[in-house]
């Protein structure tokens, strides 16, 4: 069989590093490292499969970060571990792209291995190009998850125990007992032989991905003699003695040609349409939200509610932002999740504004809607200039040191007492929060009750009441 020799740079490669600062002939990989040999192979195979304009070459964060210096191709640098949710927005944004996430041990099998292990699990049409060095290269040489049993690194200075750190992760094994995938692949980066069986696996895994066949995963095992000691024969022979027995190089899964090309994803992106999804209920609504006009709000209007969990803060801020939303407002709602939700606090930023939102985490609040103690000692402070705290009465004492101006609200006994139900407090705010700022129309907030608490009759009217209670309650108060 004869076969092309390229001297010279492949067309995949730019002519001239240009990107690269200092040298602009040279990669900056060190000799007989794993990522020259993959780039290059990638660079010829991209122009014979006719790859090129349309191939997005992820840049990991590690030794190849630097991928775009060298690749004439679409590039895009990514957090370290994020290629594959990176690479699936692009290919599910344009079907007709070939994303490569390249990636090294690190990068997949550490940090971002949910990520990877869910684009497999989803059967993206993407080639996952994971490069097994056995170590942490670019940040010199920790142990990985593929580190080998008995392996010396920097953090393993007594070897690898397996005692402590357990097993090295066998990637491609794991991968290929997942259904979707159609290819999975190790391969090794040293003698000519393999390098050639490599050629052909990342040409195969490049061509599923053309043919939108899903998700493919090549492994090559590859040297980075500065972190093993060793010079690059050494390095080869280490990688085929030690790394090979325990990694078998061998095609694990091919099942594309049982596969039917990938459909683009179909999204709802009209305005119209996603609008109908979302307020499944808008037959409900009793108001006509094309007559309500656009309130009079200047700039931005930056609320934080916080409370208990359990006392619907996360629903108040969402009848907030539904609320503008539905007069034509920008709306963004920013929960507060994690361990506050059980029994401690919990908190949410909601941000309106009749242009668009620069950020939806609100730091400094206009407005601060707190319903339990810890809640105010902990944003009181953070309330802008000019700013409004309107709070539970019942569950908060107030000690308004930077005398702001501030509503107390008996939010959670007029709840229990007049509506019937405590968990109504919230309700009882909303209403206090509406008629203290005085710029948004009724008719929305009733519409935005309707549509959080979807076709629920009762728990519906207990709402309206509790929110016409809170009214009633500021307006003794802006008397
Ligand atoms: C979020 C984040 N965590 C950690 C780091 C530090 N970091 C940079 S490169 C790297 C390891 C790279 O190792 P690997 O993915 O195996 O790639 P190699 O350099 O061996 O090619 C780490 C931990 C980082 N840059 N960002
Ligand atoms: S440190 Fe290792 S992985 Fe990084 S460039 Fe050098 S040989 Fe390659």
């Given at each position: 069989?004869?076969?092309?020799?390229?001297?010279?740079?492949?067309?995949?490669?730019?002519?001239?590093?240009?990107?690269?600062?200092?040298?602009?002939?040279?990669?900056?990989?060190?000799?007989?490292?794993?990522?020259?040999?993959?780039?290059?192979?990638?660079?010829?195979?991209?122009?014979?499969?006719?790859?090129?304009?349309?191939?997005?070459?992820?840049?990991?964060?590690?030794?190849?970060?630097?991928?775009?210096?060298?690749?004439?191709?679409?590039?895009?640098?990514?957090?370290?571990?994020?290629?594959?949710?990176?690479?699936?927005?692009?290919?599910?944004?344009?079907?007709?792209?070939?994303?490569?996430?390249?990636?090294?041990?690190?990068?997949?099998?550490?940090?971002?291995?949910?990520?990877?292990?869910?684009?497999?699990?989803?059967?993206?049409?993407?080639?996952?190009?994971?490069?097994?060095?056995?170590?942490?290269?670019?940040?010199?040489?920790?142990?990985?998850?593929?580190?080998?049993?008995?392996?010396?690194?920097?953090?393993?200075?007594?070897?690898?125990?397996?005692?402590?750190?357990?097993?090295?992760?066998?990637?491609?094994?794991?991968?290929?007992?997942?259904?979707?995938?159609?290819?999975?692949?190790?391969?090794?980066?040293?003698?000519?032989?393999?390098?050639?069986?490599?050629?052909?696996?990342?040409?195969?895994?490049?061509?599923?991905?053309?043919?939108?066949?899903?998700?493919?995963?090549?492994?090559?095992?590859?040297?980075?003699?500065?972190?093993?000691?060793?010079?690059?024969?050494?390095?080869?022979?280490?990688?085929?003695?030690?790394?090979?027995?325990?990694?078998?190089?061998?095609?694990?899964?091919?099942?594309?040609?049982?596969?039917?090309?990938?459909?683009?994803?179909?999204?709802?992106?009209?305005?119209?349409?996603?609008?109908?999804?979302?307020?499944?209920?808008?037959?409900?609504?009793?108001?006509?939200?094309?007559?309500?006009?656009?309130?009079?709000?200047?700039?931005?209007?930056?609320?934080?509610?916080?409370?208990?969990?359990?006392?619907?803060?996360?629903?108040?801020?969402?009848?907030?932002?539904?609320?503008?939303?539905?007069?034509?407002?920008?709306?963004?709602?920013?929960?507060?999740?994690?361990?506050?939700?059980?029994?401690?606090?919990?908190?949410?930023?909601?941000?309106?504004?009749?242009?668009?939102?620069?950020?939806?985490?609100?730091?400094?609040?206009?407005?601060?809607?707190?319903?339990?103690?810890?809640?105010?000692?902990?944003?009181?402070?953070?309330?802008?200039?000019?700013?409004?705290?309107?709070?539970?009465?019942?569950?908060?004492?107030?000690?308004?040191?930077?005398?702001?101006?501030?509503?107390?609200?008996?939010?959670?006994?007029?709840?229990?007492?007049?509506?019937?139900?405590?968990?109504?407090?919230?309700?009882?705010?909303?209403?206090?929060?509406?008629?203290?700022?005085?710029?948004?129309?009724?008719?929305?907030?009733?519409?935005?009750?309707?549509?959080?608490?979807?076709?629920?009759?009762?728990v519906i009217e207990l709402n309206i009441k509790a929110f016409n209670e809170g009214r009633k309650n500021a307006r003794t108060l802006l008397r």
């Amino acid at each position: 069989m004869s076969r092309k020799i390229i001297h010279g740079r492949p067309g995949g490669f730019f002519d001239e590093y240009h990107r690269k600062p200092g040298n602009k002939t040279s990669t900056h990989y060190c000799p007989g490292c794993g990522h020259g040999i993959l780039h290059k192979l990638i660079a010829e195979a991209v122009v014979d499969l006719q790859m090129k304009d349309n191939t997005v070459f992820i840049c990991p964060v590690g030794c190849s970060v630097f991928g775009y210096y060298y690749f004439d191709l679409a590039s895009i640098s990514v957090p370290h571990g994020r290629a594959p949710a990176v690479a699936t927005g692009i290919v599910r944004s344009n079907p007709d792209c070939c994303v490569i996430s390249y990636q090294g041990d690190g990068d997949l099998g550490a940090i971002g291995f949910n990520e990877f292990i869910q684009a497999a699990n989803r059967g993206e049409n993407i080639a996952v190009f994971f490069v097994n060095n056995g170590v942490y290269g670019m940040t010199g040489g920790q142990l990985a998850p593929t580190t080998l049993p008995g392996q010396k690194t920097v953090t393993s200075p007594y070897g690898r125990s397996v005692e402590t750190e357990g097993y090295p992760l066998k990637v491609c094994e794991m991968v290929a007992a997942l259904d979707s995938p159609v290819y999975v692949e190790r391969v090794a980066l040293t003698s000519p032989k393999n390098i050639l069986a490599a050629r052909r696996a990342l040409r195969k895994a490049l061509t599923y991905m053309k043919e939108k066949k899903g998700f493919s995963l090549v492994e090559f095992l590859a040297g980075c003699p500065v972190n093993l000691k060793k010079n690059t024969r050494e390095t080869d022979e280490w990688i085929e003695k030690k790394m090979i027995p325990y990694f078998p190089v061998r095609c694990f899964k091919d099942i594309a040609s049982e596969r039917q090309p990938k459909c683009a994803p179909v999204g709802i992106y009209e305005k119209g349409k996603v609008k109908e999804m979302l307020l499944a209920t808008e037959k409900l609504h009793p108001f006509n939200e094309s007559e309500i006009p656009v309130p009079d709000l200047k700039g931005e209007l930056r609320v934080k509610c916080a409370g208990f969990g359990g006392q619907g803060i996360l629903s108040l801020g969402m009848l907030i932002a539904e609320g503008g939303h539905l007069q034509n407002l920008n709306a963004s709602w920013l929960p507060s999740y994690g361990p506050e939700m059980r029994g401690g606090t919990a908190n949410c930023s909601v941000v309106l504004s009749r242009d668009s939102i620069g950020s939806p985490i609100v730091k400094s609040s206009d407005i601060l809607i707190a319903m339990n103690q810890p809640s105010i000692d902990r944003f009181s402070a953070d309330i802008s200039k000019n700013g409004i705290i309107i709070y539970d009465s019942v569950n908060i004492e107030f000690d308004n040191k930077n005398k702001c101006k501030a509503y107390s609200i008996d939010a959670s006994l007029l709840a229990k007492d007049v509506v019937g139900d405590v968990r109504c407090a919230n309700s009882v705010m909303l209403g206090a929060f509406f008629e203290i700022i005085k710029v948004f129309d009724e008719r929305a907030f009733i519409n935005s009750i309707y549509n959080n608490f979807q076709n629920r009759e009762k728990v519906i009217e207990l709402n309206i009441k509790a929110f016409n209670e809170g009214r009633k309650n500021a307006r003794t108060l802006l008397r």
